[in-house]
């Protein structure tokens, strides 16, 4: 089986970026930024621009700044009502089952999101595990040492053995330097850094047939 690993991103892959919840985590970034850090609310959107363009992520950058406390962040940042954003997807748990490749989810955020996440989706038992941003050791996509690190993690496969599933093209073109394939979702165009592309992942079976390929 040439594809032996999958890794799926978590949020605006395995949901639709439609549903609010992206927007949602974003401002309680900024709440953070602003009722926490104190920066001045004017400079707040330019700050988590430079830190992601950066670091890849906003806490990376307020790690490496500001010594803020990841486990402070996260908590706050992650506090809503995920229920009312995500709700069950049968679809998309019958075509992770019919997969035979190990999955897992590949994320910056924690595991508490994501178990919170897959949950919500009933998809939790799709998934062989979670890597996420302590078991990564707060490297994060693109960097990359973060996918180096996710192939460790799953014992050492090749990484032409690989596939990332990701809604964005920033972290899809290293993976496909290292030699995974890569598949952007959330678009049908696909970029440079992406082999292939899908709306949603309910659209895999028409966009990457080879994944139910034992050859």
Not at 160 to 173: I, K, T, Y
Not at 189 to 197: D, T
Request: net charge negative; glycine share 6%; proline share 7%.
């Amino acid at each position: 089986m040439r594809h032996s690993i999958l890794y799926f991103d978590l949020d605006d892959t395995l949901y639709p970026n439609s549903n609010g919840l992206w927007e949602a985590i974003g401002s309680r970034m900024n709440d953070y930024l602003r009722e926490r850090m104190g920066f001045p609310p004017n400079q707040i959107t330019e700050i988590r621009r430079k830190y992601y363009q950066t670091y890849g992520t906003t806490l990376r950058g307020l790690q490496i700044n500001h010594e803020v406390d990841a486990d402070e962040y996260l908590d706050y940042v992650h506090d809503l009502p995920i229920e009312e954003y995500l709700s069950p997807d049968p679809l998309l748990r019958s075509l992770l089952n019919s997969i035979d490749q190990s999955k897992w989810i590949f994320t910056n955020a924690d595991s508490n999101h994501a178990n919170r996440v897959l949950e919500s989706l009933g998809v939790q038992e799709c998934f062989e595990g979670i890597i996420d941003v302590y078991a990564l050791g707060f490297v994060c996509k693109p960097e990359k040492d973060a996918y180096e690190r996710a192939i460790t993690l799953v014992n050492g496969f090749a990484p032409e053995q690989c596939v990332l599933f990701d809604d964005s093209p920033r972290n899809l073109e290293p993976a496909l330097k290292l030699g995974f394939t890569t598949v952007l979702v959330g678009s049908d165009q696909c970029p440079p850094g992406a082999n292939y592309a899908a709306k949603s992942l309910h659209d895999l079976p028409q966009v990457f047939p080879e994944l139910w390929s034992t050859a």
